[in-house]
């Protein structure tokens, strides 16, 4: 299990840069890893985009805009003031949430040591570390002890509401484990007055396609290794979410959000999820 959480690594860098590129993301957080990689593959993407045909960007934008604007939503009608973002990578949100929100928001960016470390000196370098937010070590695969997210949670204020993100973390590990992290991250949340979780996933009948499949073909030669998409429909998903302890889930299809909320949705879009679930008061 080790070996296959740092394959995944490498893949921050290139979602690290395309923050950046696409203006949503501080220079502080590009890396030579994420531009190289990026290059690489522009070739495909202005070859996709060329027959309309879906981009990593196309999805990538959509899951990090929605997955933002749910969050914002949440802090700004009170329900939460703690954010746990694990997997958070070279991503920007932890910085970005504290220039909005300020000393309100406690938000803590989690990762494996190695990235944790590399991303604390990103912003110390950068002069971008702010009170009440900080990166910590943490396994999201720890069922407890250090680098649990059970310990990182008895750091919290247990009367404050706290949400859990993970982006760009679910497919790249089988069902046993995102059952595993799901029931973990349910348990957490209920021990707050308001639990909230978002996160991407990309599920079986959406990636069905032609463009589809040969777009999860690159996406597993990237993690030099299998991506899984664990549920064949919506209400599959959905049941497994309420099965390990969350009391509502939904969820959306980046297109209609952000139509809704006046946004283009480039194409690609429409090949990720983003789940919205929430944990009964304790
Ligand atoms: C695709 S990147 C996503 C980074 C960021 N969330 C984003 O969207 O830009 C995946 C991240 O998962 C982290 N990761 C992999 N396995 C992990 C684990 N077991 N626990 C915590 N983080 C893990 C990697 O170090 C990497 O930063």
Not at 100 to 108: C, D, E, F, M
Not at 148 to 164: E, K, N
Not at 262 to 271: E, H, I, K, M, S
């Given at each position: ?10 893949t ?6 395309t ?25 495909l ?8 045909a ?42 970005a949430?504290k ?10 960016e ?12 990103l ?6 570390a ?15 002890g ?7 949670a ?10 859990i ?13 995102v059952?595993g ?46 991506v ?6 919506d209400a599959?998903?959905l049941?497994?979410?309420?099965h390990?302890?969350?009391?509502a ?9 952000l ?24």
């Amino acid at each position: 299990m080790a070996r296959r959480s740092e394959d995944i690594s490498p893949t921050a860098h290139y979602t690290g840069y395309t923050w950046y590129h696409h203006g949503l993301s501080h220079p502080a957080f590009v890396t030579p890893q994420g531009r190289f990689m990026v290059g690489a593959t522009r070739p495909l993407h202005w070859m996709a985009q060329a027959v309309g045909a879906p981009t990593l960007s196309g999805f990538l934008l959509a899951r990090h805009r929605v997955i933002d604007h749910l969050l914002h939503e949440a802090i700004d009608a009170g329900q939460v003031s703690q954010v746990i973002e694990i997997a958070a990578g070279l991503s920007p949100r932890g910085w970005a949430f504290k220039q909005r929100h300020g000393v309100a928001l406690t938000y803590i960016e989690a990762d494996l040591p190695h990235m944790a470390r590399r991303k604390q000196r990103l912003l110390a370098q950068a002069g971008l570390a702010s009170e009440g937010h900080r990166v910590v070590a943490l396994d999201a695969l720890a069922t407890s002890g250090e680098g649990s997210l059970s310990a990182l949670a008895d750091s919290l204020d247990p009367t404050q509401g706290l949400a859990i993100v993970t982006e760009g973390l679910l497919n790249y590990f089988d069902q046993a484990a995102v059952l595993g992290m799901w029931q973990r991250f349910a348990q957490t949340l209920g021990r707050f007055p308001h639990g909230l979780y978002l996160s991407d996933m990309h599920l079986a009948h959406q990636n069905a396609g032609a463009h589809a499949r040969g777009f999860v073909a690159m996406l597993s030669a990237f993690v030099r290794g299998r991506v899984h998409l664990h549920f064949q429909s919506d209400a599959e998903a959905l049941a497994a979410l309420r099965h390990q302890g969350f009391a509502a889930a939904a969820l959306h299809d980046p297109r209609v959000l952000l139509a809704r909320w006046g946004q283009t949705a480039a194409p690609g879009a429409g090949l990720v999820r983003v789940i919205q679930a929430s944990t009964a008061s304790p």
